[in-house]
């Protein structure tokens, strides 16, 4: 599994639907989403700022993150963006690693 930050703001809409929902509702809304893909919520928050929401989750892989946040998108209920988030291991094993890699103008 995969871990992946999700975090957006609502529309009109979308913040129309945490008030009719709560925030109780919509979490559930989201863990069954979540496992839906294969996955599961770890924690869920909203917050004040340029994002309303942020989502952290284990999913399969990038597909099933990819069609969750391509669904939640089209739904005109969200903006949402994604991040991919990686371990202590993940790191070390990408710092082992060594590209070649050509500077521009070098």
Do not use: C, N
Not at 1 to 19: N, P, W
């Amino acid at each position: 599994m995969a871990k992946y930050l999700f975090h957006g703001s609502y529309t009109q809409a979308g913040i129309q639907g945490v008030l009719k929902d709560g925030g109780k509702g919509r979490r559930k809304a989201v863990d069954a989403l979540a496992k839906s893909m294969g996955g599961k919520v770890d924690e869920m928050y909203w917050a004040f700022g340029k994002d309303d929401f942020y989502v952290i989750a284990d999913l399969p892989g990038h597909a099933e993150a990819a069609a969750l946040a391509a669904t939640t998108g089209a739904s005109g209920a969200v903006s949402i963006s994604t991040v991919v988030l990686l371990t202590a291991d993940d790191l070390d094993a990408a710092v082992k690693l060594h590209p070649k890699y050509r500077a521009p103008g070098s």
